[in-house]
């Protein structure tokens, strides 16, 4: 069984920082890919950062040059380091794994709040 748990989200104004964690436990081998995903209010859920399991990265162009994704494998945890955050950054983000045989899974999220 696979779980992840999500936190650092919160309240922050315009231009400031916050660091998200994603810690998975369960099936930790044959990752396809994980990632972070986001929902604002009447919005569709939509890709924000993706890491292959060869390291490879990509991010959301609304994203590029202020979020980073990262993992520490040691720890069983994937990081989301958002910059610059702007007020449209506002959402719930949630953190995924995607097996290759097992299919993916979801945590249940954490709220970021940008105030303008």
């Known amino acids: 069984q696979v779980q992840l748990v999500e936190s650092g989200g919160g309240l922050v104004q315009a231009g400031g920082s916050l660091r998200l964690s994603c810690a998975y436990s369960?099936?930790?081998?044959?990752?396809?890919?994980m990632g972070w995903y986001r929902q604002g209010s009447g919005k569709q859920r939509e890709l924000v950062a993706r890491?292959?399991?060869?390291?490879?990265?990509n991010y959301a162009d609304s994203v590029k040059g202020r979020f980073t994704i990262s993992t520490d494998n040691a720890k069983n945890t994937m990081y989301l380091q958002m910059n610059s955050l702007k007020p449209e950054d506002t959402a719930v983000y949630y953190c995924?794994?995607?097996?290759?045989?097992?299919?993916?899974?979801w945590g249940k999220g954490t709220l970021v709040t940008v105030s303008s």
């Open positions: 995924n794994r995607n097996y290759v045989v097992y299919g993916e899974y």
């Open positions: 369960g099936i930790i081998s044959g990752i396809n890919t």
């Open positions: 890491i292959t399991s060869s390291g490879g990265t």
